[in-house]
């Protein structure tokens, strides 16, 4: 047992715990913490289960015949790394869902009674949209749409602004990040 490359059963479980890491940081600000715990509590006994049965195998001398499945879950790894650094899993999501989302935002007006059912915008699920209230002078701005998602398994807190002119303006409790165009990701306050 200790000799044979990782198996469908533990590579599933180690992909499993990789696709969630990258899903919660399909968004405009990563769920940080969420995402620490998850690699915590089952991403590292798993790769500490890889690595005694990998120096087993290595120093019993069969784990060379096999050596690229037994590297596997070093390349699931290595490409978790490589999409956190490079932001590949938003850019992703939120390419796809952009046509979407966009069209939902145009029809976001003041005179449109909010309605706070859940739908499926693109690949974000949104539950409330309403437009843009500019603090200065307390106007809400021309074409812009604030749409706020929900995740699962987490109560969301990060969502998207369309904001056609100027930038979104920061507070104690709101902080944006500019996507592309006049998109920007917007993180609320977290009700603590």
């Not at 599933?12 to 915590?40: C, D, K, N, Q, R």
């Not at 991403?43 to 087993?56: A, C, D, E």
């Not at 309605?115 to 209230?133: E, H, K, M, N």
């Amino acid at each position: 047992m200790f000799n044979k490359p990782p198996g469908w059963l533990y590579l599933t479980a180690f992909s499993a715990v990789a696709g969630v890491i990258l899903y919660w940081a399909s968004v405009p600000h990563w769920y940080v913490l969420e995402m620490f715990l998850v690699g915590l509590f089952f991403g590292l006994p798993l790769w500490v289960i890889w690595m005694i049965r990998f120096s087993m195998a290595m120093s019993n001398g069969t784990a060379q015949p096999r050596l690229m499945r037994w590297l596997v879950p070093v390349f699931i790894v290595a490409g978790v790394a490589v999409a956190l650094v490079t932001d590949a899993s938003l850019w992703l999501r939120f390419t796809i869902s952009k046509p979407s989302l966009e069209a939902y935002a145009r029809t976001v007006t003041a005179e449109t009674s909010r309605d706070s059912t859940c739908q499926w915008v693109g690949l974000y699920q949104i539950c409330d949209a309403f437009p843009y209230l500019r603090l200065e002078d307390s106007k809400y701005v021309l074409g812009s749409a604030c749409l706020i998602g929900e995740e699962w398994a987490i109560d969301s807190n990060t969502s998207f602004v369309l904001l056609p002119v100027g930038e979104p303006e920061e507070t104690a409790d709101d902080s944006y990040r500019h996507l592309m165009g006049n998109w920007y990701g917007w993180h609320g306050w977290d009700h603590w």
